[in-house]
């Protein structure tokens, strides 16, 4: 098997689509590697620029190190398997996975032996007089993978095999897929939009954005170290909660100010000291389901904790989701980077605004109602802790569902509704972005 690289690949579409844009990626000799991200961030069109079935407007592709770039598709030698299986409806199904061998120079005799060791491979012996029409969707699927491996396939591409069969099944040849990539050494580059697939069955997993390469790393890194807002909200189920805050380091404590409340940090510890530097900056706080967790109140030692009342129990059996109301205001998918790019300011600083001062529910107010644009951007300390968390009007008819996060909690110990909650938030498990939506490392 090769390896297979992309640099600085380019492909705008002559409709001006940038498609990918500079991606950078090297899959090794026998590696598995997927390409996830949301709908039309570009991981179809780089398949197909490594596949040869586009030509890329800048940058290459390079096979066991040699650009192939220009290079006709066929000559590259790599098996691509489609969605849709693409299998000829009125061939059998040996006839189907010979196809690929009847182009090369193998004699009948040799030709079958070789369906034969394939179809055993992956379980499909006994299909092999069928016609595709007479398969099952997991089935047709088996047939196409074993198409692509017949021939003199030196790495795979594989472009959302498995989106047309059924979840159950799905599962299943997730595993088997993986496994005999595995055991065959197979070099592969496999897009998904689904992150269980993507992260259960890649030796790394490559996130892209709007053609963009985001991050790239084994499946565990990715998720527990995000390098961006858009990789911390795109990975995880249920996704991380998102809150708008600001970091204020008054003296010598370190606050996290959510709006309706402040979560002290642990001052001396290395992990939160750099973050005294920052004083006044507004951050979006994200924390996982796990990050959070109840404890008694008050609770025992030092630990920074967020406070609410749980407005909801999802008991999934082995464990639960409760979701408790903090009266913090989320961070909105458009400024994760979820659905819309957003380079600019912070939506909170474009939208604060000054309210009338000495008013009794200034406060109040000032972190539930929408706020009109200003005429210029405020200053950044404007209370004692100097934040209000806004939302944008433009994007959002109503604020989204008022500040609620969601923590995962066993069985053995589930609060009930409208109870009062404590949560500790583990230092851990704190992350938290800048305005640019990039990572804001603790020490
Ligand atoms: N031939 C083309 N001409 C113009 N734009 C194109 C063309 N092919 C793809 N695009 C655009 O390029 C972007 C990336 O498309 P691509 O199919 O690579 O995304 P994707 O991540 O594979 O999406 P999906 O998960 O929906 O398949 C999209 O905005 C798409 O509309």
């Known amino acids: 098997m090769v390896s297979i690289a992309t640099d600085r690949l380019t492909k705008v579409f002559p ?88 182009l090369g120079p193998d004699s009948p005799t040799e030709m079958s032996a070789r369906v034969g060791e394939i179809a055993d491979q992956l379980g499909i012996t006994g299909l092999l007089d069928r016609k595709p029409g007479q398969l099952s969707g997991g089935q047709r699927q088996r047939v196409a993978m074993a198409r692509a491996m017949a021939g003199e396939s030196r790495a795979f591409l594989l472009d959302e095999p498995l989106s047309n069969v059924d979840a159950g099944l799905r599962a299943e040849l997730r595993t088997e897929v993986a496994a005999l990539a595995r055991r065959l050494a197979m070099t592969t580059l496999y897009v998904t939009h689904d992150q269980v697939e993507a992260m259960t069955m890649a030796d790394r997993v490559a996130v892209l954005r709007r053609g963009r390469l985001q991050q790239i790393g084994p499946p565990g890194e990715v998720y527990r170290d995000p390098h961006t807002l858009f990789v911390a909200a795109f990975l995880g189920t249920p996704r991380a909660n998102l809150l708008q805050a ?38 979006t706080l994200a924390l996982r389901a796990d990050a959070l967790s109840p404890v008694p109140d008050p609770p025992p030692g030092p630990v920074p904790v967020l406070r609410g009342a749980v407005r909801l129990v999802e008991n999934l059996g082995h464990e639960a989701l409760v979701h408790v109301t903090t009266g913090t205001l989320p961070t909105s998918s458009e400024q994760a980077n979820l659905e819309y790019p957003a380079d600019g300011p912070h939506l909170s600083e474009l939208l604060a605004d000054d ?67 404590t949560l500790a938030v583990d230092l851990d498990q704190l992350m938290l972005f800048d305005n640019a939506g990039n990572r804001i490392r603790l020490g």
């Open 246 to 283: 600001a970091i204020y380091a008054p003296d010598d404590r370190v606050l996290l100010d959510v709006g309706s409340q402040l979560i002290e940090l642990p001052s001396d510890d290395p992990r939160v000291r750099p973050l005294r530097e920052r004083h006044t900056e507004r951050v």
């Open 15 to 102: 409709d001006g689509t940038v498609a990918v844009d500079d991606v950078s990626i090297e899959v090794s000799s026998g590696e598995f590697v997927t390409l996830l991200g949301p709908t039309g961030c570009g991981k179809s069109t780089i398949l197909r620029l490594v596949a040869g079935l586009e030509e890329p407007t800048s940058g290459e592709v390079l096979i066991d190190g040699e650009p192939v770039t220009g290079g006709a598709g066929p000559t590259r030698q790599l098996s691509m398997v489609f969605q849709d299986y693409a299998l000829y409806p009125h061939l059998t199904v040996a006839e189907n996975i010979r196809f690929p061998l009847s």
């Open 355 to 421: 309210l009338p001062s000495g008013h009794p529910v200034r406060d109040r107010l000032s972190r539930m109602i929408p706020h009109p644009r200003p005429e210029q951007p405020p200053a950044t300390a404007r209370t004692e802790y100097g934040f209000y968390p806004v939302y944008d009007p433009d994007l959002r008819s109503e604020p989204p569902t008022a500040g609620e996060v969601v923590v995962r909690v066993p069985i053995s110990a589930l609060p009930r509704v409208g109870e009062s909650i």
